[in-house]
């Protein structure tokens, strides 16, 4: 990937429990944004959190973004087997607006 | 709400054949993106436009051309294609452009291309 790690690459969970997605990041950045897709579905848009912004929450999902790190973490509580899906971040590096997106983290939510 | 619309949804094509992929932004979004993910992967920035010009390149490769209309759409067009060039490719729009603080991309459903 072009701009750093997602782990873990994959998590299999119960209905209920929480999942936990971290994301790493090489450069400065503007934003940085989460984004969901289904099996070679669209990316759905999740959350964006401001280089500025610690934490920011949205329904079950909490987002944190620590810049000393170069890291962010998305959270998603009481998982639901319809949340199967990847989760990629993206940064926005102040470069034009393209996004550079992570490898992605494959969630399996179990029933 | 509107969403990104691209067309076709889905291709297939031969070698060296050539390809126009279609991408309506959401209205009054002036900024447009184009992806391309391949099977496993993660989605790779190809080019952008910004009211109608350039603003950014990407990974694409020479073969690949693209342009943003007077009524903002944009079309990708792909020439001499090859069978790595089988993917998705996604089209974004968003708003406040190279002058703003760069906003959520919002992201079409993708035009699955496969080449024979």
């Known amino acids: 990937s072009q701009q750093g790690e997602e782990d873990p690459q994959a998590l299999s969970i119960q209905e209920g429990e929480n999942a936990t997605m971290n994301c790493s990041y090489k450069?400065?950045?503007?934003?940085l944004q989460w984004y969901r897709q289904n099996s070679g579905r669209g990316l759905v848009h999740l959350i964006l959190i401001r280089s500025n912004e610690r934490e920011k929450h949205s329904g079950r999902l909490r987002v944190t973004l620590d810049t000393s790190k170069k890291s962010s973490s998305l959270l998603i509580t009481a998982s639901r087997a319809a949340d199967t899906a990847s989760y990629f971040c993206a940064t926005d590096n102040n470069q034009g607006g393209k996004l550079i997106f992570g490898q992605g983290t494959e969630l399996s939510v179990k029933p | 709400a509107a969403g990104v619309i691209q067309s076709p949804r889905h291709l297939i094509k031969e070698k060296r054949e050539t390809a126009t992929l279609k991408c309506y932004p959401i209205?009054?979004?002036?900024?447009v993106y184009w992806y391309q993910q391949g099977p496993g992967q993660d989605p790779q920035f190809l080019i952008s436009f910004y009211e109608k010009m350039q603003s950014d390149k990407g990974s694409i490769p020479d073969r690949f051309s693209a342009q943003q209309f007077s009524d903002y759409h944009s079309e990708l067009n792909m020439s001499s294609l090859e069978l790595g060039d089988s993917a998705l490719y996604f089209c974004?729009?968003?708003?406040?452009?190279?002058?703003?603080?760069?906003?959520?991309?919002?992201f079409g459903p993708g035009t699955r291309l496969l080449v024979l």
């Open positions: 450069t400065s950045i503007n934003n």
């Open positions: 209205p009054r979004h002036d900024t």
């Open positions: 974004a729009s968003s708003s406040g452009g190279l002058a703003g603080v760069q906003e959520t991309q919002y």
